[in-house]
């Protein structure tokens, strides 16, 4: 079965009445987040939906593995938000997935205004190559590339 997109349920949530409520969120209970851990719960969605596993995200995010599973779990967190754009970048998602990725995290997101924000907002929308091509490109502009986490690049 496709996924409903947001859209779609706020569609929904529009001729949802009280008395319905309870009906919407059994009918929709797989597309919805678990409040106690959004972020987790929908990048673990976005991850299944891609056809990924966890361990290939963090691969290709050149990413401690170890330290990735506890931010997705929601176990560790972090204030560097190039961390979650990694990750984000890895697991194949569009802008507007790593958009509300950055925000159910707690984060600021992407902002057209800022230049380096600028650049990785077009690699997100081409969405060519891997994090080498993202910070490439952004070496390219002579802005500060992805941070990585530890010695890793």
Same mark, same amino acid.
């Given at each position: ?16 009445? &009280? $008395? ?29 939906? &891609?056809? /990924?596993?966890?361990? !290939? ?24 938000? !190039? ?8 697991? &194949? /998602? ?9 925000? #159910?995290?707690?984060? $600021? ?22 994090? #080498?091509?993202? &910070? ?6 002579? /802005? ?7 010695? #890793?690049?």
């Amino acid at each position: 079965m496709k996924q409903k997109s947001t859209e779609d349920l706020e569609n929904i949530l529009q001729s949802t009445h &009280n $008395g319905g409520l309870a009906s919407f969120l059994e009918d929709n209970a797989p597309e919805l987040v678990d409040a106690a851990k959004p972020f987790s719960s929908y990048m673990h969605q976005i991850i299944k939906r &891609n056809g /990924m596993t966890q361990q !290939d995200v963090f691969l290709a995010a050149d990413f401690p593995e170890r330290y990735g599973y506890k931010l997705l779990a929601e176990e560790k967190r972090t204030k560097q938000r !190039d961390y979650i754009l990694r990750i984000c970048y890895a697991a &194949n /998602m569009t802008l507007d997935e790593t958009q509300r990725a950055l925000a #159910l995290y707690g984060m $600021g997101k992407l902002y057209a205004r800022i230049p380096r924000d600028a650049v990785l907002m077009v690699a997100f929308n081409q969405h060519k190559g891997s994090i #080498l091509d993202v &910070n490439a490109l952004l070496a390219e502009h002579k /802005m500060e590339t992805l941070r990585t986490c530890g010695n #890793l690049e």
